[in-house]
Nanobody
Framework: QVQVVESGGGLVQAGGSLRLSCAAS????????MGWYRQAPGKQREWVAS???????RYADSVKGRFTISRDNGKNTVSLQMDSLKPEDTAVYYC???????????WGQGTQVTVSS
């Protein structure tokens, strides 16, 4: 059974930091790209950052220089260090793990991040 589980969300003041973590399990083939997306109230889900299995990470312009994505291939985990948080970063953050060979993507249930001004 495939499971993608996020943790680490919460409430923080503007300028503060949070670290999100995600663990994927039960995926048959190797995991390729892992990434983070977010969805604010009334808005569509948007891509935040992603990191291929053995390549450089990429970031949305809105978070570049403030967020850092990293992964542990041996543990099938990915983290998102979020610094200098802004109220506009408030959203539900979702982790996605892409299975290699099939390219099927698996989503977590999401974790709420709220940044107060």
């Amino acid at each position: 059974q495939v499971q993608v589980v996020e943790s680490g969300g919460g409430l923080v003041q503007a300028g503060g930091s949070l670290r999100l973590s995600c663990a994927a399990s039960g995926i048959i083939y190797q995991i390729g790209t892992m990434g983070w997306y977010r969805q604010a109230p009334g808005k569509q889900r948007e891509w935040v950052a992603s990191i291929p299995r053995s390549d450089t990470p990429r970031y949305a312009d809105s978070v570049k220089g403030r967020f850092t994505i990293s992964r542990d291939n041996g543990k099938n985990t990915v983290s998102l260090q979020m610094d200098s948080l802004k109220p506009e970063d408030t959203a539900v953050y979702y982790c996605k793990a892409d299975q290699m060979i099939t390219n099927r993507g698996y989503w977590g249930q999401g974790t709420q991040v709220t940044v107060s001004s």
